[in-house]
């Protein structure tokens, strides 16, 4: 018997996929990037079957890649090519379990799409604040297991912050049963927290219990344009001072990723007349009207004019123009699809070093390809900026862009390590990146992990070659 006819005996025909048409879709990333051959795919519908599916692979010495939505930046969902690995997709697990509005929590499979995790928190008047463009497709499984940021990781923390307990499969099948609501839990070591960010590779997250806050109906948002980076660093320390915890989002955007949206996102428009080089969108939200949300925000514009941090703004006056604006900041990824090759970085350092930063940056990759398009954008309210390159427009080759891709990544993670900084802020390391952070990481640290890994997988099968180097 192979692992196919096993999973297929176990779990019935139907929850077994081996046609190269529908193997296809798990073969390259969300940008068609990656050239992964699953052995097959594997679709469980509960947690039972899960552990059957990991199990019968273990047994059999098969690899097993877990695949929420495939909406991943690093190839951390992707098989390798050697059509020995089995892709098992949380798809088919999408309940939303037990909603506890008095205990503020919710708990859900793995699979349920992350967009329905948050209508789930809406319909009992409660909010879950993780929020990233991809929430369509992405899964609460991959958000935990990549420990997600995303726009409102300023006031909210990290995916990891989001989470109470899991439901998790081992990789010999084994079910751990960690689904606690527990505010306070002191019990030893914190598992919950060893799995999120481990990127499918200690084992497969198949439930999560999270945590709810009041909901934040209002809003107060604005476009802005501003001189330099310095400016959004400064003018984020006028907004924090008048707005406080309802500060929920501060994101930067350069005019050329404006440029990238309004070539290619239906519907979006500068709301400026005139260019500037760099643009924060910024917003404030909160339960009740009297909360003070306009007045703070114009406060705090107001002072950011008066010390030039600002040149220009507009503060969206009804829900439809809130959502144009957040669409010049959440159509970036999708407009940068549409615009050829681009070598993604995602990167973070003190907030108050990223002026530096990403001067320094410029020159480097600069010096390396002269006329590389700096695509940068991002979270800068915690530091973390998408320094995604690309081809110049007039004359330059995606072909001379992934030939100097190594030598492009050396000297933005140059400039990261000389600042203590981290050279994958939030889209964790897969196999684009784990290569690189291993070479700048302590071998005590990467001794660590390794450890980690040996005494929850000791035979490899969960997730290879993702993360950690092979030795
Ligand atoms: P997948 O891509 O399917 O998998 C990602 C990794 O998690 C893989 O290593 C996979 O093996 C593992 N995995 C998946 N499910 C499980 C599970 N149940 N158990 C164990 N391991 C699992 N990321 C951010 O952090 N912030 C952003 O702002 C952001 N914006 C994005 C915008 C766009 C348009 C796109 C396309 C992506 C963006 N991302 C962002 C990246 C991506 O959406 C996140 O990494 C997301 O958390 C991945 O979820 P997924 O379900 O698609 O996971
Ligand atoms: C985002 O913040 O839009 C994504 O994390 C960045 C990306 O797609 O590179
Ligand atoms: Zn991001």
Known sequence: MTVIDDLTSALGPGAVLTEPDDLAAYSTDWRGAGSGRPHCVVRPSATAEVATAVRLCHEAGVAV??????????????????????VLSLARMRRVREVDAAGDTLTVDAGVVLADVQAAAEAVDRLFPLSLA?????????????????TAVLRYGMARELVLG???V???????????????????????????????????????????????PRHATAWLALPSVEAAVSLLGQVRARAGQSLAAYELVSREALDTVLRHVPGARDPFGERHDWYALVELSGATDDEGLEPALEAALTAGFEASLVTDAVVAGSPTQRESLWLLREGISEAQNHDGASLKHDV????????????????????????????????????????????????????????????LADAIYDAVAERGGSISAEHGLGTAKRDANAARTDPVELDLMRSIKQALDPDGLMNPGKVLPPR
């Open 170 to 216: 081992l990789a010999d099948g084994r079910v751990w049963d960690g689904l606690r609501p527990l505010r306070k839990d002191n019990t030893g070591y914190d598992l919950t927290q060893l799995f999120c960010g481990s990127e499918g590779t200690l084992g497969i997250i198949t439930a999560a219990t999270l945590r709810l806050f009041p909901a934040t």
């Open 348 to 407: 973070s350092v003190p907030v108050a070093l990223l002026p530096d930063l990403l001067a320094d940056t410029a020159g480097r990759l600069e010096a390396v390809l002269p006329g590389v398009r700096l695509v940068t954008y991002g979270h800068v309210g915690d530091g973390n900026v998408h320094h995604n390159l690309a081809a110049a427009l007039d004359g330059g080759s995606d072909d001379d862009l992934r030939a100097a891709a190594g030598d």
């Open 65 to 86: 890649v877990p695949h929420g939505g495939g909406t991943g930046l690093s190839g951390g969902a992707l098989p390798d090519d050697s059509g020995t690995q089995v």
């Open 134 to 150: 991809s929430e369509g497709s992405c899964t609460i499984g991959g958000n935990l297991a990549t420990n997600a940021g995303g």
């Open 166 to 168: 899991l439901e998790v």
